[in-house]
């Protein structure tokens, strides 16, 4: 098991599973680096702490690799404890693969993906120092399913899964001290629908309204319950953490008809949008 102790570092960790997280995890008795973008959202984390632990605040978009460096030396040298990284930032973006052009695609690639991979690679010699310690990487359902309209990010989140499962064994291999867990939350209410980029080919304005609507009434996951979720995943050691009742059963739909689960997993998710 690994012990939850010492510091951790959390991206995308203004809002969301992040800022649960970072709650959750003071209340443990971790002191905490977090990083994102909406440095009044990370204030407002850090003031909900309080003083009872140790929080360094780091502006710091996921996209550029320069600052993830930055993060990772500037975390390291305010914790030297720091034991648990959390690759958790991430973006959406709505449309239809022939309305997304190859900017937004890799713009979304460069922040769900690469940031995870320059993540790992700026803390992990750290973490080796360490005699117990734990990656976290935030994939997704959509790194297990792909519906249409997700092709940027069933991509990505695909590429994290992959990643990540290859670096575990490479680091069991290893017989390293670090271990790592790969997550897939299904709906979890979070804002990430609503703070989405549209597609430069979607002309209907409603769909975007429509996208926000569907995914609220779906999502049934608290960030809070997720958070809890990843901490026991991180405390067992778990390869593979699912957040959800919805994605459970995504996962074992696509076990049983991994090329045609889609048509059931349509209506199964008509009838969650619509709260039946």
Same mark, same amino acid.
């Given at each position: 098991?690994?012990?939850?102790?010492?510091?951790?570092?959390?991206?995308?960790? +203004?809002?969301?599973?992040?800022?649960? !997280?970072?709650?959750?995890?003071?209340?443990?008795?971790?002191?905490? +680096?977090?990083?994102?973008?909406?440095?009044?959202? !990370?204030?407002?984390? +850090?003031?909900?702490?309080?003083?009872?632990?140790?929080?360094?605040?780091?502006?710091?978009?996921?996209?550029?690799?320069?600052?993830?460096?930055?993060?990772?030396?500037?975390?390291?040298?305010?914790?030297?404890?720091?034991?648990?990284?959390?690759?958790?930032?991430?973006?959406? !973006?709505?449309? &239809?693969?022939?309305?997304?052009?190859?900017? &937004?695609?890799?713009?979304?690639?460069?922040?769900?993906?690469?940031?995870?991979?320059?993540?790992?690679? +700026?803390?992990?010699?750290?973490?080796?120092?360490?005699?117990?310690?734990?990656?976290?990487?935030?994939?997704?359902?959509?790194?297990?399913?792909?519906?249409?309209? &997700?092709?940027?990010?069933?991509?990505?989140?695909?590429?994290?899964?992959?990643?990540?499962?290859?670096?575990?064994?490479? !680091?069991?291999?290893?017989?390293?001290?670090?271990?790592?867990?790969?997550?897939?939350?299904?709906?979890?209410?979070?804002?990430?629908?609503?703070?989405?980029?549209?597609?430069?080919?979607?002309?209907?304005?409603?769909?975007?309204?429509?996208?926000?609507?569907?995914?609220?009434?779906?999502?049934?996951?608290?960030?809070?319950?997720?958070?809890?979720?990843?901490?026991?995943?991180?405390?067992?050691?778990?390869?593979?953490?699912?957040?959800?009742?919805?994605?459970?059963?995504?996962?074992?739909?696509?076990?049983?008809?991994?090329?045609?689960?889609?048509?059931?997993?349509?209506?199964?998710?008509?009838?969650?949008?619509?709260?039946?």
């Amino acid at each position: 098991m690994t012990t939850i102790r010492g510091a951790a570092a959390i991206t995308g960790a +203004a809002s969301g599973i992040g800022r649960a !997280l970072a709650i959750e995890l003071a209340q443990r008795g971790c002191d905490l +680096a977090l990083a994102d973008r909406d440095e009044a959202g !990370l204030k407002s984390v +850090a003031a909900e702490i309080g003083t009872s632990r140790k929080v360094s605040l780091h502006r710091v978009d996921v996209g550029e690799p320069s600052e993830i460096t930055r993060f990772a030396a500037d975390a390291i040298a305010a914790h030297p404890a720091l034991s648990i990284v959390v690759n958790n930032a991430g973006v959406a !973006l709505l449309g &239809q693969f022939d309305e997304i052009d190859q900017a &937004q695609m890799e713009w979304l690639f460069n922040i769900n993906f690469w940031g995870v991979v320059h993540g790992t690679r +700026a803390f992990l010699p750290h973490l080796k120092t360490k005699g117990e310690a734990h990656i976290v990487n935030v994939s997704s359902i959509f790194g297990i399913i792909a519906p249409p309209g &997700q092709t940027a990010y069933a991509a990505a989140k695909f590429a994290v899964r992959g990643f990540s499962e290859s670096l575990r064994h490479e !680091l069991a291999v290893a017989k390293s001290p670090v271990r790592l867990s790969v997550v897939h939350p299904g709906g979890v209410s979070t804002s990430i629908v609503r703070n989405s980029r549209t597609g430069v080919g979607v002309t209907d304005n409603a769909r975007r309204s429509q996208s926000i609507e569907r995914f609220d009434n779906a999502a049934k996951t608290t960030p809070k319950a997720a958070a809890l979720r990843i901490i026991k995943g991180i405390e067992g050691n778990e390869p593979r953490i699912l957040i959800g009742n919805d994605a459970r059963f995504m996962d074992l739909l696509q076990r049983f008809r991994p090329g045609t689960y889609w048509a059931p997993l349509q209506r199964r998710l008509e009838r969650m949008a619509q709260g039946k």
